[in-house]
């Protein structure tokens, strides 16, 4: 019942911006997070932002990453600026409840 579906992934050049959005539904979450991974890597966290607002961030990604949420509206949102091609990834949005839920991923790349 529970999903978690992301979107606005994309190919974009070096310098660029994306927005990725994450529209959750079947449950509340208490905090929610976009995470990344790239073939034969570790998945790694992006960014997190609790129920109250307050959010966390890799060192290499903020001040380039923001995370937002519409809680109205059950949506996250990664707005994602001055991209790198080590960025390129599959971005995935996760919700805590309990346990963390998974969604099934949205491509980003970005070329040189």
């Known amino acids: 019942q529970v999903q978690l579906v992301e979107s606005g992934g994309g190919l974009v050049q070096a310098g660029g911006s994306l927005r990725l959005s994450c529209a959750a539904s079947?449950?509340?979450?208490?905090?929610m997070g976009w995470y990344r991974q790239v073939p034969g890597k570790q998945r790694e966290l992006v960014a997190t932002?609790?129920?109250?607002?307050?959010?966390n961030y890799a060192d290499s990604m903020e001040g380039r990453f923001t995370i937002s949420a519409d809680n109205a509206e059950n949506t996250v949102y990664l707005q994602m600026n001055s991209l790198k091609p080590e960025d390129t990834a599959v971005y995935f949005c996760?919700?805590?409840?309990?346990?963390?839920?998974w969604g099934k991923g949205t491509l980003v790349t970005v070329s040189a």
């Open positions: 079947g449950t509340s979450f208490n905090a």
């Open positions: 996760a919700g805590w409840r309990g346990m963390w839920y």
């Open positions: 932002i609790s129920s109250t607002g307050s959010t």
